[in-house]
């Protein structure tokens, strides 16, 4: 108990340390538990469909004007077309 009377004692006397060192730990806790959430929420945690080993992802490129465009996304009517002409998938 002597102990951490004089650890409250040296701690009081040098307020700036102390200052310091609480509000580096509280956002080395906050960035940790930020982080972990992000890290479980995208790579641990498994996706909440059927089989998510087995979703695929599709994208369009083009060329419009002399500039490859990559990474277009789907309109509904082209979904519609792809899902009805769909050979491969």
Same mark, same amino acid.
Not at 6 to 12: E, K, V
Not at 13 to 31: D, H, I, P, Q, Y
Not at 43 to 55: A, F, G, M, T
């Given at each position: ?7 409250? /004692?040296? @701690? ?9 060192? %609480?509000?580096?730990? +509280?956002?080395?806790? $906050? *960035? ?12 641990? /945690?498994? @996706? ?9 992802? %599709?994208?369009?490129? +083009?060329?419009?004007? $002399? *500039? ?22």
């Amino acid at each position: 108990m002597k102990e951490i009377r004089y650890a409250l /004692r040296g @701690l009081r006397r040098n307020a700036g340390f102390t200052m310091a060192a %609480v509000v580096t730990l +509280a956002l080395g806790v $906050g *960035a940790t538990t930020a982080i972990f959430a992000v890290v479980n929420g995208v790579l641990i /945690r498994p @996706l909440p469909y059927p089989e998510p080993d087995r979703l695929i992802g %599709v994208w369009h490129s +083009a060329v419009f004007q $002399g *500039a490859a465009v990559n990474s277009m996304n789907f309109s509904p009517p082209m979904f519609v077309t792809y899902r009805d002409a769909n050979q491969t998938f």
